[in-house]
């Protein structure tokens, strides 16, 4: 007769097992995770048996908005400045069961790949560049592309649902193709039955911001409107809090409407670039307002006054009672209460961080690095080709996003 402790492993195993067949986890609907762009996952994976098992390579590499930063600050004596608007430096991913999805800046198209093999499923061919990670909700998918317009496509097929255009059709050459004069490179944030997303590239021309009926495309309802904007341009995925949008703007200050009517609350205080996210407790992060001296800082988000800063600071993500910030050659776990350093290891990988169950993923040149979040020990190093700027953690897998073009599927 079996003993009751074989039983219990038996089932364990067999659990395992239909967990992985199936592929049953925690979707990642969006851009870093969701809405606040947290960047932070419950799913773990076992890091020391995940293996390579497809990659999806485009014909050329991403075709960013924008090459890169300035060589030096003549004014400040700065070199090796970064890029306040890097937010295209892959195909970003998202991913829902057993379907992973990305735009492209390549083909001017939204792809689903079957996550299990990376064979395509569909595609869906826009007008333009998609630059930002396309959005998940209610078996629907959202993108913006540089042609002017949003899109909602059904998750399943690709079928048009709806499409929908704030601005005239007018055009201007772009790096080889023709790209609109308000361009989509906001992304489409979906929440509460409402699709934001914003258009607009030169603060000499209009821009819009729009809400719009996520199920129709109309900006009808209350809670909708189509917002002329002046003085403004909008680069960089909007994150949204309870009350507040947050729309950046790429070198200048991100800014700040209030999401029910669109009213323009102003700019967020000595802040600037893409990178941003709302912690648990509502408080708003946001990079550095120039490219003199990085750091992150945690604002109030009522009225954006700085709570904490976090020197050298490239992006982070929050979770409980810490905050773990990734610098160019470290790594810290901060303890939020007193700003103390609970550890600090050396790290290479400065082009992302995610946080996965009790994990943290950071993305380097050539490798994606994974650390344990109880004292920073690392638990695995993972190869890829390029530069790992995007990291997707979802229902047993783990996809890797890089600059060479590629989408690289671990499970």
């Known amino acids: 007769m079996m003993s009751l402790r074989y039983i219990l492993l038996l089932c364990l195993c067999i659990a395992g097992i239909l967990y992985s067949a199936n592929g049953v986890g925690e979707d990642w609907p969006a851009y870093r995770h969701d809405i ?31 090459h890169g930063p300035a060589k030096w600050d003549a004014f400040s004596g700065k070199n090796n400045l970064r890029s306040m608007r890097n937010y295209d430096p892959v195909f970003f991913t998202v991913a ?24 395509q499923k569909w595609n869906y061919v826009t007008g333009g560049s998609v630059r ?9 998918l959202y993108a913006g592309s540089d042609d002017g317009a949003a899109y909602c496509l059904d998750a399943a097929t690709g079928a048009l649902i709806w499409t929908y255009r ?3 059709e007018r055009y201007l050459p772009n790096d080889g193709k023709l790209i609109s004069r308000w361009p989509v490179r906001s ?7 409402t699709a934001y997303f914003g258009a607009g590239l030169f603060p000499w021309a209009e821009a819009y911001l729009c809400a719009v009926d996520a199920a129709s495309g109309k900006p009808e309802g209350e809670g909708r409107y189509r917002k002329a904007l002046q003085g403004v341009t909008i680069e960089g995925a909007l994150l949204a809090s309870r009350e507040c949008l947050y729309v950046p703007q790429g070198r200048e200050a991100p ?16 802040a600037g670039g893409v990178f941003a996210l709302i912690t648990p ?12 001296d990085n750091f992150i800082a945690v604002r109030d988000s009522a009225n954006s006054e700085a709570l904490a800063s976090y020197p050298e600071g490239i992006c982070m993500v929050v979770h409980d009672e810490r905050a773990y910030v990734l610098r160019d050659n470290e790594l810290l776990a901060l ?77």
Request: net charge negative.
């Open 132 to 140: 930002m990670a396309p959005m998940l909700a209610d078996g629907k």
């Open 335 to 411: 303890n939020r209460k007193d700003g103390s350093t609970a550890w600090s290891v050396a790290c290479d990988c400065p082009y992302a961080l995610i946080l996965a169950g009790d994990m943290l993923f950071t993305g380097g040149n050539n490798k994606v690095d994974a650390f344990s979040v109880i004292d920073g020990a690392s638990l695995t190093s993972l190869k890829v080709s390029g530069r790992a700027y995007g990291i997707t953690v979802a229902n047993t897998r783990l996809f890797i996003s890089t600059d060479t073009g590629g989408v690289v599927c671990f499970r």
């Open 166 to 168: 704030p601005s005239e």
């Open 281 to 292: 407790e509502n408080q708003l992060v946001f990079g550095a307002p120039d490219q003199k």
């Open 36 to 66: 606040h762009r947290s960047g932070v996952t419950s799913e773990a994976l076992p890091v020391a048996s995940l293996k390579k098992v497809w990659e999806y390579r485009a014909p050329r590499p991403p075709q960013q908005a924008w």
């Open 96 to 119: 829902a069961g057993n379907d992973v999805f990305f735009g492209s800046s390549v083909e001017d198209a939204v792809f689903c790949l079957n996550a299990e093999t990376g064979a």
């Open 255 to 270: 800014m700040v409407f209030r999401r029910n009517d669109g009213a323009d609350l102003g700019t967020v205080k000595d």
């Open 187 to 193: 992304g489409v944030l979906v929440d509460g039955g």
